[in-house]
């Protein structure tokens, strides 16, 4: 059924398009609006595009974006201590490396579910662990995020206290991460998600096993 309407929307898509072009080849004709018919041109080809790429996603798309935003920040949170709170040089560098990572890929999905249509979660829905996408449900429900007690042991933590606790805690949220970014990789159908999906589960993975390294475990 999706299929069928996809096809007839397409089609009829296409024939909009159709007549446009002839209405403009009309307009063309005339010397004196040139310059008008060519903006109507601009404006009907955005449009076009625009619901291409509306088409091109689901609903798995739209959920990997609202919910991976939200994870993306608190990592972003976490990552954030650790230039203060931090002792080990390698664990400042890490935490350096993943909000240089991540921040852009947060304003990419942000894009994504505006050109949809679709909400874009709260700017930092960690710094409270409400969440912050559809629906409003606790954002530690999500695999690997932490909860407000989590969050305020790190933030009280310092030194090599502080670096196990970040460790171990960043272990679980990027497992997490990885989780999500598998379950888009396979039900996705937008190719940048999938693309980034794919992305997060090669640089996350690398970045376990630097973690588990550091905590003396790998």
Request: charged share 20%; hydrophobic share 35%.
């Amino acid at each position: 059924m999706t299929s069928t309407r996809t096809l007839m929307r397409r089609a009829a898509l296409a024939a909009t398009a159709t007549a446009a072009a002839l209405v403009l080849a009309a307009c063309g004709g005339n010397g004196s609006d040139t310059g008008s018919g060519t903006g109507s041109g601009s404006r009907t080809s955005a449009s076009a595009s625009a619901d291409t790429t509306a088409e091109a996603h689901n609903d798995q798309d739209v959920a990997f974006a609202q919910g991976m935003i939200p994870h993306h920040q608190q990592a972003l949170e976490m990552a954030g201590m650790a230039a203060t709170q931090a002792s080990s040089a390698q664990v400042k560098d890490l935490a350096s490396r993943i909000e240089k990572a991540q921040d852009p890929e947060i304003r990419t999905m942000s894009g994504w579910l505006e050109s949809w249509g679709e909400d874009v979660p709260s700017s930092m829905p960690g710094m409270d662990h409400s969440g912050g996408h559809s629906g409003g449900s606790d954002g530690s429900d999500m695999p690997g995020m932490m909860d407000t007690e989590d969050m305020d042991k790190l933030k009280k933590a310092s030194g090599e206290d502080f670096d196990t606790m970040f460790l171990t805690m960043m272990i679980e949220h990027h497992e997490g991460a990885v989780e999500m970014a598998g379950t888009e990789k396979e039900q996705g159908r937008y190719g940048p998600a999938k693309k980034l999906a794919d992305a997060v589960i090669t640089a996350q993975t690398a970045e376990i096993a630097e973690m588990n390294k550091l905590l003396g475990k790998g």
